[in-house]
């Protein structure tokens, strides 16, 4: 299985704690990217990362969210002292590349985590 | 950043109806994705378009991209229930149009 993951697929937290999400690209990806999606509505983006950089996270509210992608290791996006607005489904994407478009660019999904907060 | 507008919002048809879905934006792309999300799932990609007037067919889907490069659209043929679910366009610059739902009924 080369497709991407996420876990956990669902995520719990009460308002003030931590959510933690994960993401491991298909193998050979090196382009990360996590999108927010609330219930009825479209993917809205939030970051894009390679190896060890943050290459644009315009979409990435300025406090309380970060994401890291590792040398080693999964992609991680963080959300500290979650509130109920957080609640949403978090989607993460890998791609080959990314230049001037095209199938290098494709991006593949994985199945998203619903972070829940109560 | 490059909006994409899509439309209709919301469609619902009768099997074996054909539909026409558009994604439009002012700006100009170097390729545009398709992708159908199904619920609780994510996207999956359907076909990426890179040149200008290019048709694409995958069974009953037929996207077309302008000859400008700033709209698709995707033509369904004898729409089946299976084809339920929400239809997202992306553009190269990683932003997603806010799709169009569609309800296939038996």
């Known amino acids: 299985n080369a497709g991407v993951m996420q876990n956990p697929r669902h995520l719990v937290r009460r308002r003030g704690q931590e959510a933690r999400l994960r993401c491991s690209p298909m193998?050979?990806?090196?382009?990360v990217y996590w999108y927010r999606q609330l219930p009825e509505e479209g993917l809205k983006f939030m970051v894009y990362l390679q190896k060890e950089n943050i290459i644009d996270e315009s979409g990435m509210p300025k406090e309380r969210f970060s994401a890291e992608f590792p040398k080693e290791g999964p992609s991680i996006l963080r959300i500290q002292q979650v509130v109920r607005g957080d609640s949403a489904a978090y989607f993460c994407a890998s791609s080959l590349s990314y230049g001037t478009g095209g199938f290098a660019y494709e991006q593949y999904f994985g199945p998203g985590t619903r972070l829940t907060v109560t | 950043t490059q909006l994409l507008e899509q439309s209709p919002q919301f469609l619902s048809i009768q099997e074996g109806e054909n539909l026409t879905v558009y994604c439009n934006s002012s700006s100009v792309f170097s390729s545009l994705q398709w992708y159908r999300q199904e619920p609780g799932e994510g996207p999956v990609l359907l076909v990426t378009v890179v040149t200008g007037g290019e048709v694409k067919k995958l069974k009953r889907l037929t996207f077309q991209f302008g000859d400008a490069r700033k709209d698709s659209s995707l033509h369904i043929t004898a729409a089946q229930t299976g084809d339920t679910g929400l239809y997202l366009c992306a553009g190269d610059d990683m932003r997603f149009g806010a799709g169009t739902r569609l309800t296939v009924k038996p």
């Open positions: 193998k050979g990806h090196s382009h």
